[in-house]
């Protein structure tokens, strides 16, 4: 779910990137640094949020429920 997030703001950049850039730029590569190119910190970034998540549900499942 993270992972889809992160690949939906990045493809935004780009194609924000794209249109300021102008036609000329549809059919060359994106220079390095351009907005939207994955970055070695994806992957710690994605990381820390799955174990967060995971960690947090692992949690919720192991507390008693509050019933009567």
Request: hydrophobic residues 45%; charged residues 20%.
């Amino acid at each position: 779910m993270a992972q889809m997030g992160l690949i939906r703001y990045r493809s935004n950049r780009i194609r924000f990137y794209l249109l300021k850039a102008g036609p000329q730029a549809d059919d060359e590569p994106l220079p390095p640094g351009a907005p939207g190119l994955p970055r070695r910190s994806d992957f710690w970034i994605m990381l820390v949020i799955a174990v967060t998540l995971f960690a947090i549900i692992l949690y919720g499942s192991t507390r008693p429920g509050h019933g009567g």
